[in-house]
């Protein structure tokens, strides 16, 4: 994966050849080591420079560079900071942005936002604005409004960074038990360690692919080499 610079192209992520079929798959590594990109790849936010990358949409293979749009439908994505997602004045409004291809009625919109947000315990804050939530409850909001959408698959990249620790805890738990398929960016270990499979990245490459306990074994190494 290359990234234009004023002298060139920079590789961002080498070569790298992943089947992800596990139901939770945890990512590590460093600041800077290539995971970010690693999993924009997945929805489409980063093409890649060469190769390919393909997503089961549940309707049958989908390619991230032919089939953008319908690739966004079935990966919901999670940004580290719920800032960069929640960009109506109230949460109602905010959720419902989301449903706006596929409940083209405003009144089974707000329906299907508020169905969206109860599923979550967040009802109660439909009407709040986004600005006057707290940090855990902005990203589970925000959370919310990606799950509204029904995606198969989940990429969510350090959702927990920014929470103090009871809602780094809150969040985990509750991606963990999601149905869909997920795909966890994260500095939290213990978390990390409760995937059915983990992918270290150092310096742009998967430098581990396997167990988590053994993976974080790996990253641990790498963290005191460096």
């Not at 919901?76 to 949460?91: C, E, K, R, W, Y």
């Not at 939530?133 to 959408?149: C, E, F, H, P, Y």
């Amino acid at each position: 994966m290359l990234a234009p610079t004023a002298t060139g192209a920079s590789t961002i992520l080498q070569p790298t050849t992943l089947t992800l079929g596990e139901r939770r798959i945890s990512i590590i590594g460093a600041n800077g080591s290539g995971k970010s990109t690693l999993v924009r790849l997945i929805n489409g936010l980063i093409e890649p420079s060469s190769g390919s990358v393909t997503i089961d949409g549940g309707t049958g293979q989908l390619d991230t560079r032919r089939d953008g749009a319908a690739v966004r439908r079935a990966v919901g994505f999670l940004f580290t900071s719920p800032d960069a997602q929640l960009i109506m004045p109230t949460v109602i409004e905010d959720v419902s942005l989301s449903l706006r291809r596929s409940h083209k009625d405003r009144t089974a919109r707000h329906a299907a936002a508020l169905e969206a947000l109860s599923r979550l315990g967040l009802a109660d804050l439909a009407e709040r604005s986004v600005h006057d939530l707290s940090g855990g409850q902005k990203q589970l909001v925000a959370l919310a409004a990606v799950l509204a959408g029904s995606p198969a698959i989940l990429v969510a990249d350090e959702p927990t960074t920014l929470l103090d620790l009871r809602n780094s805890r809150m969040v985990g738990e509750l991606l963990l038990s999601l149905p869909q398929q997920l795909v966890l960016v994260t500095h939290d270990l213990e978390l990390a360690a409760r995937a059915d499979r983990t992918l270290v990245v150092d310096e742009g490459s998967v430098v581990f692919d396997g167990a988590p306990e053994m993976a974080i074994d790996r990253y641990r190494e790498l963290a005191a080499q460096s």
